[in-house]
């Protein structure tokens, strides 16, 4: 097995990291990894935010309810963008581009190539020793986040990513059977079994792991996460930034 392999099969989730931040070298590594991610129509329509300011950290930290995101390397945040593919078009070229900028087509577009590209950083990130954790959670207050980075129309946090030099290292989470994951030629619906034995694994990690051990299964987690409505202010929130309006 190759390196690049061994880097991708080893992944977990890092949270806790010691004091030491990233060096400019280590930071534009990542950053230029990210930009080489594929991209669609070579639109190139995510931007990514470094926060340094130690108070915006900080507050970071309070929206997310985590506090390695203030505490880490170095915090990075992932922006659909597609502001700056019209700052040199006319006024006239603006009207006829923005039926296209506003639909969800291009919602789906910029929020891949994003995601594409914090993935590429997130393996260099890794394949330097570091350790790295995505944040959803900016969007528990998705409208301030954006207040907070001064985005500008056609421009949306979607999630954070913290790098570090990880403090101590955490067990690998066990991921869904390949059978669940990856269907031939047609979508497989009869799951059931294979569920049931992934839950049944997933009850054995969590009794045996070293840290928060509990009684749980994905499929309880999985009911209990669409049980209950979380963030249903951010459809609004996309729609008035000019996003997946059409």
Not at 118 to 137: D, H, K, P, V
Not at 189 to 207: A, G, M, P, R, V
Not at 220 to 246: A, C, E, L, T, Y
């Amino acid at each position: 097995m190759n390196q690049t392999l061994e880097t991708l099969l080893q992944h977990r989730s890092i949270r806790s990291f010691t004091d030491k931040v990233l060096t400019e070298e280590q930071i534009y590594t990542i950053v230029e990894a990210a930009q080489m991610a594929s991209t669609s129509s070579y639109m190139q329509a995510y931007s990514i935010i470094g926060v340094t300011d130690q108070e915006k950290k900080e507050e970071l930290a309070d929206i997310t309810g985590q506090s390695y995101v203030k505490d880490n390397g170095h915090l990075f945040i992932f922006c659909a963008d597609l502001y700056r593919h019209q700052i040199l078009a006319s006024d006239l070229q603006k009207q006829d581009m923005i039926q296209n900028i506003e639909n969800t087509e291009h919602f789906l577009v910029s929020s891949i190539d994003a995601s594409l590209a914090a993935q590429n950083g997130a393996i260099a990130a890794e394949s330097m020793g570091l350790g790295m954790c995505y944040i959803g959670s900016i969007r528990n207050n998705i409208e301030r986040v954006d207040q907070l980075l001064q985005l500008p129309t056609h421009v949306i946090p979607l999630f954070g990513m913290v790098v570090g030099y990880p403090n101590k290292q955490t067990e690998q989470k066990p991921r869904l059977p390949k059978q669940v994951v990856y269907h031939v030629n047609t979508y497989n619906k009869n799951q059931s079994d294979d569920l049931h034995t992934f839950d049944q694994t997933i009850q054995e990690y969590y009794k045996n792991r070293q840290q928060n051990t509990r009684l749980d299964s994905w499929t309880d987690q999985m009911i209990r996460r669409f049980s209950h409505p979380m963030r249903m202010d951010v459809s609004d929130f996309v729609r008035s930034k000019g996003f997946n309006k059409r």
